[in-house]
């Protein structure tokens, strides 16, 4: 974070800025509750904290400073939300400075990296219209695509040559910025250094992936070639300082506008569908590219709308990737019609072949999930034998506890009593009960935070000068024996926060994931934990970690016995014995 925006974060007041977006109300000394903005709730789950100046939601986990509530809620990237914190509160803006040279040079290779992406787009556009892009083109044209489509796409070639892109960027950044662009591979040395690059994509259509904004930051690449050399069918750009694929939505950048305007929005799986339905006027549409959907991403869509068409491709690997969107869209609220189109046609091969009218018309028939889950069930599990509709129900109690409106899971349940023909008491009684609550997967997070965790976290999180003991206590040990807290939900946050020294927690812990699990436990409990209870959580992490290796080393002996070695049997029950002994130690000391 530069200096500029530090100064920002320590003047706004995180309750007052997020105050003058909803209404929040007090709900303890320093907490403050209200009706999460960032998914659909009833009773209000979403905290935020006066004194540590961040904010948690229990519903979806939305957690962060100001600076990330105004940028996720205005949708603006981060050096827009600083302006807009600062303007709030009054602060005059200074021209761009950072803080370190780190962050400078960062910055410079994400610059220097969307430069060439865009160099390089151009210039596989160009091969593209040149005469090695003929075989391209010809491709293009068979799938439908116009000159204009492609323009709008910027559709490009790679040509079939390891250096020609190299070539053409050789004078415009060096080799270690090359590297950093994932445009390049390079095999590893017998001495483990890395070779000279050599072009990655080769002979392949090329379909930019841009950000929000529009400015490419990746592509994927589909081949030519056919028979054994081709390759993967598809090959995607790995992850760089400007991409990480599960936190894009192919497309958003054209569709987020006529998103809002349709107050929907239409998710298919491949690049060429969305392009195809795009270019034939369907504009709110959007692709997962080919990825199981993630969290990152619901929460993208989430931004812009709840109301969303799913429309997979028909095959069981598409089946499977809907089912598995459909339950990450349900938890956080999305309203969700499923699209499928007649004789297992995928989107782009159905508009194309049955006109926009008839894909239209596809739209208009969506069904509801709950329909589409239930067929799907007796798909899966046809006839009517009482064990057939046991398997069926349980496919699908897990979808209706997960949905958030308990009209909704009460029509579900009802829906499927009725479709799978369901006359036996016991299973209406237990889809009743599944309508009743909705599976709260709170707690499945709550509990996969142990106590032992909770301890650690909160030691090294709440730097309060009398708590230095503690905090001490806690660094030590992950600093000296970070192999007993690896197995642990989050290692990575008590990692982190071990080396942090004087600066905010909630900035250490950069991962979403492990960052929520640190706000839960700072939630929890303000008070910084005592040094005594530190210990015993630290001791208990020993104790489990000397348990881990015991077993590892018993199924060791077993092995060492069947093969008959008795030199290694030897030395293994040696080490078992002095595990034994510093095990009973530490539970003597315990007492
Ligand atoms: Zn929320």
């Known amino acids: 974070m530069s200096e500029f925006s530090e100064n920002v974060k320590r003047q706004a007041d995180i309750v007052k800025v997020i105050e003058g977006y909803i209404r929040l109300r007090k709900a303890g000394a320093q907490n403050y509750k209200g009706l999460c903005p960032f998914h ?95 075989v391209a083109r010809e491709y293009l044209a068979g799938r439908g695509l116009s000159v204009e489509g492609i323009g709008k796409f910027r559709i490009g070639y790679a040509p079939d040559s390891f250096n020609a892109l190299r070539d053409r960027l050789s004078g415009t950044a060096d080799q270690e910025t090359l590297r950093a662009s994932g445009l390049f591979s390079s095999k590893e040395q017998g001495d483990g250094s890395l070779g000279p690059i050599y072009d990655r994509f080769r002979k392949r259509v090329m379909f930019p992936i841009a950000n929000e904004s529009g400015r490419v930051i990746a592509f994927t690449a589909r081949t030519l070639e056919t028979g054994e050399k081709a390759g993967p069918k598809y090959i995607n750009s790995p992850e760089t300082p400007l991409y990480s694929k599960g936190q894009v939505l192919f497309n958003l950048d054209k569709a987020k506008a006529p998103i809002r305007q349709a107050e929907a929005a239409l998710l298919v799986e491949g690049q060429m569908d969305c392009i195809s339905v795009y270019l034939r006027g369907i504009t709110n549409v959007i692709a997962t590219s080919g990825t199981a959907f993630t969290e990152q991403q619901v929460a993208l869509l989430h931004r812009h709308t709840s ?150 976290l909160r030691a090294l999180a709440i730097g309060d000068p009398e708590n230095e003991g503690a905090r001490r206590l806690a660094a030590q040990a992950l600093e000296e024996q970070p192999g007993w807290f690896e197995h642990l939900g989050a290692f990575q946050a008590l990692q982190a926060l071990a080396g942090r020294k004087a600066r905010d ?46 077993r590892d080393l018993r199924a060791l002996i077993g092995e060492a016995e069947r093969r008959g070695d008795f030199a290694e049997l030897a030395l293994l029950t040696q080490q078992k014995l002095e595990l034994d002994r510093a095990l009973r130690g530490l539970h003597h000391q315990g007492i």
Not at 99 to 128: G, I, M, N
Not at 314 to 342: H, M, Q, V
Not at 517 to 544: T, Y
């Open 505 to 550: 927690p909630m900035d250490v812990v950069e991962e979403p994931a492990q960052r929520a699990l640190l706000a839960e436990a700072l939630l929890a409990e303000v008070k910084p934990p005592e040094a005594n209870e530190v210990a015993s959580a630290v001791q208990e992490i020993q104790e489990r970690a000397l348990e881990g290796r015991l």
């Open 40 to 134: 659909k709730e009833k009773s209000p789950s979403f905290n935020v904290h006066g004194a540590q100046q961040y904010y948690y939601c229990f519903g979806c986990q939305a957690t962060g400073d100001v600076f990330s509530f105004v940028g996720k809620i205005e949708n603006v990237g981060f050096p827009e939300a600083v302006r807009t914190v600062a303007q709030k509160c009054g602060i005059p803006l200074p021209k761009r400075e950072f803080s370190s040279p780190e962050e400078a040079a960062e910055s410079r290779l994400r610059a220097r990296l969307l430069e060439l992406h865009e160099v390089t787009t151009a210039w596989f556009e160009e091969q593209l219209r040149g005469p090695e892009g003929a």
């Open 307 to 456: 109301n969303v068409f799913v429309n997979f491709d028909p095959d069981a690997a598409g089946a499977n990737a809907a089912e598995k969107s459909i339950a990450l869209l349900t938890e956080e609220g999305f309203n969700i019609k499923i699209i499928t189109l007649d004789d297992g046609l995928d989107p782009d091969r159905f508009i194309r072949e049955r006109g926009v009218d008839a894909y239209t018309a596809a739209i208009r028939g969506a069904r509801r999930q709950s329909d589409y889950l239930i067929e799907r069930a007796r798909q899966m599990f046809p006839g009517a034998s009482s064990d057939q509709k046991v398997k069926a129900m349980n496919y699908l109690l897990p979808h209706i506890r997960r949905m958030p409106e308990k009209l909704a899971r009460d029509q579900f349940a009802g829906d499927a009593a009725q479709k799978l023909g369901i006359d036996s008491a016991v299973l209406r009684e237990e889809l009743r009960q599944a309508a009743l609550r909705r599976r709260d997967h709170l707690e499945a997070r709550a509990a996969a935070l142990t106590e032992v965790e909770r301890v650690l």
